[in-house]
């Protein structure tokens, strides 16, 4: 679960100190308030949303204090042109589609399990996943990409 919520993180925060605040700013909250949790069965989406929350306001932190995030991105396992450019155009997604295909992709969230975690509609989460993968797909230059 620890790498799910690093993922998540990393892709509101882009940034691995901020990321590690967040994750441990989250896992606090989340302590302090675990008797709220009245059904153990969603503690991972409770927490997954409280740590989204924790992103969001460390981002809207450091910009009113003025501080840009790292730029540089971690160099890949393997260095293969398809990952670089993959990343590249994933990092030029609005950050409400990189959220959404991390949970969905990477994470392995169903929509049902996302719609509540950002409490959106089932249907919108279904149709920004859609214009996320297009937007992905146009920033890949087309067709030749598998999304």
Wanted: aromatic share 10%; proline share 3%; with cysteine.
């Amino acid at each position: 679960m620890r790498y799910k919520l690093y993922c998540v993180a990393y892709s509101i925060l882009w940034n691995d100190a901020d990321c590690a605040d967040a994750m441990q700013e989250a896992a606090a909250k989340a302590w302090m308030h675990r008797f709220r949790l009245e059904a153990g069965e969603y503690f991972e989406t409770w927490f997954m949303r409280i740590l989204i929350n924790e992103c969001r306001m460390l981002k809207r932190k450091r910009r009113r204090i003025g501080t840009a995030p790292d730029q540089d991105i971690p160099a890949p396992e393997r260095d293969a042109a398809a990952d670089i450019d993959l990343r590249n155009a994933f990092r030029r997604l609005p950050e409400k589609y990189q959220l959404l295909l991390i949970l969905r992709y990477q994470d392995g969230y169903s929509v049902r399990e996302i719609s509540g975690m950002l409490s959106l509609r089932e249907e919108l989460v279904k149709s920004r996943l859609r214009q996320a993968r297009a937007e992905l797909r146009r920033l890949l230059g087309g067709d030749g990409y598998e999304v």
